[in-house]
């Protein structure tokens, strides 16, 4: 059966962030984040495809390649698309010694690599604040490579999770802070990573016990805030070994 116009009326609006949650719907685009999706607890409303020799997903509708460009995101769609359902997520956190919390990330590549990374260490569960990107803009979804179906994302001001959390200790990366590697991370603590340019704001700086930094030991001027996310819960996974 052909895609009605409706339906790609409405899947091609999912490009907007107003129209995904108006509609409940997101888009997921490769072959690799398909096959996360319908092996996870997602509902699929709709699998297309453009091959014509498809047989991985049987229940595929056939589109065609213009039908495909007006619903993908990407300049070169990819010949899997498949529009899935936003979850009702339970936005109560989950209790756990170390949470982390993202403070107005702007980049929806760097948010899908911050959940990959997370799912990777065994993280799932991440907060952001509520002008973090979204995290089923189609990028945030592909740069998670399937990681977004496992890692829960819960939007949240900051002082709504401090007043739940009041035994955790307010940890925020810091480019003056301490040297993480010669510091103790507290068992129950928030850690806090900061917008791409202008770094954790200053609301949230006025909560913070403890400072630490990433050290350099080369000329870089800079780190991506995923990468200072991965080296970070590295740190923390290996000092729970250590204790």
């Known amino acids: 059966m052909p895609l009605s116009k409706n339906d790609l009326r409405d899947f091609s609006s999912l490009h907007r962030k107003s129209k995904r949650h108006e509609l409940g719907l997101f888009v997921v685009e490769g072959k690799k984040n398909c096959m996360e999706l319908v092996n996870g607890n997602f509902e699929v409303v709709c699998m297309c495809t453009t091959d014509p020799n498809n047989s991985d997903f049987v229940d595929a509708i056939q589109i065609t390649t213009k039908e495909a460009s007006r619903i ?7 010949p899997f698309i498949a529009i899935a359902k936003i979850p009702k997520v339970d936005f109560k956190i989950e209790i756990k010694p170390i949470l982390f919390f993202l403070d107005q990330i702007n980049d929806p590549g760097n948010l899908g690599t911050i959940i990959r990374t997370l799912d990777w260490f065994g993280f799932n569960q991440i907060i952001c604040s509520p002008e973090t990107v979204d995290a089923y803009n189609s990028k945030t ?31 925020t990366t810091q480019i003056n802070g ?43 001027e800079s780190l991506n805030v995923s990468t200072s996310v991965g080296i970070i819960a590295n740190e923390i996974k290996r000092l729970s070994f250590k204790s």
């Open 178 to 220: 301490e040297n993480i590697y010669k510091q103790t991370i507290h068992k129950n603590s928030i850690i806090v990573f900061g917008n791409e340019a202008n770094g954790i704001s200053k609301q949230i700086e006025n909560f913070s016990d403890q400072q630490i930094r990433i050290p350099k030991f080369g000329h870089a």
């Open 141 to 171: 979804v592909m740069a998670s490579m399937g990681s977004i179906f496992r890692v829960k994302v819960i939007y949240k001001e900051f002082r709504a999770v401090i007043e739940k959390f009041k035994s955790h200790k307010v940890i």
């Open 72 to 78: 993908s995101h990407l300049k070169n769609p990819s």
